[in-house]
């Protein structure tokens, strides 16, 4: 069983920043290829940003120029930065692998507003 858990979610002003962090255990050895996922109230879950063979980095069109996606396989986590922060971005904030492999995690708040 693999364990995604999400963090570094929060309440920020348009044009703000932030980092969130996306931690795998459990049965996982690499995590080479992982994904950002995002969850608007009323709204589907929605790709944001992938990374696969851990460089090769894909983003949603909304985000692109804005958000960077990154991992680290010594510490099994998948990072994303987010740059220029709309509130058009607040959602709810999930990872996991592209083809949904694992189960989700918690997810982590993102509220961009004034």
């Known amino acids: 069983q693999v364990h995604l858990v999400e963090s570094g979610g929060g309440l920020v002003q348009p044009g703000g920043s932030l980092r969130l962090s996306c931690a795998a255990s459990?049965?996982?050895?690499?995590?080479?290829?992982m994904g950002w996922f995002r969850q608007a109230p009323g709204k589907q879950r929605e790709w944001v940003a992938s990374?696969?063979?851990?460089?090769?980095?894909n983003y949603a069109d909304s985000v692109k120029g804005r958000f960077t996606i990154s991992l680290d396989n010594a510490r099994k986590t998948l990072y994303l930065q987010m740059n220029g922060l709309k509130p058009e971005d607040t959602a709810v904030y999930y990872c996991?692998?592209?083809?949904?492999?694992?189960?989700w995690g918690p997810g982590t708040q993102v509220t961009v507003s004034l």
């Open positions: 459990g049965n996982i050895v690499r995590i080479n290829n």
């Open positions: 990374i696969v063979s851990g460089a090769v980095a």
């Open positions: 996991n692998s592209p083809g949904l492999h694992y189960p």
